[in-house]
């Protein structure tokens, strides 16, 4: 049979489906010319510069805010004991007034002798003049560690030092009482009366120290002083002494005969002494250190 060219089968080229496909791939060639002409002209331009926020802030980790910590109020400091506890520079206009510092020792034995626990005999052991510069000399020189005996207030104690004839070597009962009496007229004295006449004779105290140049006051040297005879070791026996150069005699123990000379000397009034000693000089301390009123 034979078929009609109806009903042959033919291979015909699809000439549209190509065309549109030229077409549209001609349009995204020019599209994507245009765009990169359109960015590649305007680096700047708002969209890139959008684009490229966009992209930082994703690539940037969110910021944590932390919350705000309330601030604590910084601790009070506490007030100077020293300076908390100075007398005043100047005497009160209620009290009576003080004489001149270069006529006040007949005022200041006076005052002296009336405390209480003071012997009558023993305000012969002071020397008869120039008393607060001599007590001002001598602090000074007891908060150095140092002690010197022809510029003290104190006259020069009578007597010598002695040695037993035993070995070991000690001092002498007899030696160490030639202390006693000193000993005797100051731990006799109310640390309370003691600090008051202090406190009230303290301006020309004070003046008396910027006599010799210094530039701080007396009070802070006062309670410096006390520290360095608090700070001589308490013993339970006499020390043991060994002969040193020109008849002389040194500690046994380095600990002591390293001491401060003012230490060494307090150790020389023979250790009972030395204890009650410094029990009245704690309680003049702690006198001294309470606040003036």
């Given at each position: 049979m034979q078929l009609s060219d109806d009903d042959r089968i033919t291979h015909r080229p699809q000439r549209r489906s190509s065309a549109l496909t030229i077409?549209?791939?001609l349009l995204v060639t020019a599209g994507s010319a245009g765009i990169a002409y359109y960015y590649?002209?305007?680096?700047?331009?708002?969209?890139l510069t959008a684009l490229k926020q966009a992209a930082g802030d994703k690539a940037k980790p969110a910021e944590i805010k932390k919350p705000a910590l309330a601030m604590e109020p910084a601790p009070a400091t506490a007030p100077d004991p020293v300076a908390a506890s100075e007398p005043p520079l100047e005497p009160a206009a209620e009290a009576t007034p003080l004489p001149p510092l270069d006529a006040s020792d007949a005022g200041i034995r006076q005052e002296l002798s009336n405390l209480g626990g003071w012997k009558a005999?023993?305000?012969?052991?002071l020397v008869?003049?120039?008393l607060l510069r001599r007590f001002v000399t001598l602090v000074t020189n007891i908060a150095a560690g140092k002690l010197d005996h022809k510029s003290g207030p104190f006259l020069p104690i009578k007597g010598r030092f002695a040695v037993?004839?035993?070995?070991?070597l000690t001092m002498t009962t007899e030696s160490q009482a030639?202390?006693?009496?000193?000993?005797d007229a100051i731990t006799s004295l109310d640390p309370q009366q003691c600090a008051a006449l202090y406190r009230r004779y303290y301006p020309l105290l004070n003046s008396a120290y910027k006599e010799l140049g210094e530039k701080n006051n007396f009070h802070a040297l006062m309670l410096k002083a006390l520290q360095q005879l608090e700070n001589t070791p308490d013993l339970t026996q006499a020390p043991v002494l060994i002969p040193a150069e020109k008849g002389m005699y040194k500690y046994?123990?380095?600990q002591l005969e390293t001491l401060p000379a003012v230490q060494k000397q307090m150790l020389r009034s023979g250790w009972e002494n030395v204890s009650r000693l410094k029990v009245w000089l704690r309680q003049l301390k702690s006198a001294l250190l309470a606040p003036p009123v």
């Open positions: 077409a549209a791939l590649l002209k305007k680096p700047d331009s708002q969209p005999q023993t305000i012969d052991l008869s003049d120039q037993s004839s035993a070995m070991p030639r202390y006693s009496l000193y000993v046994a123990q380095p």
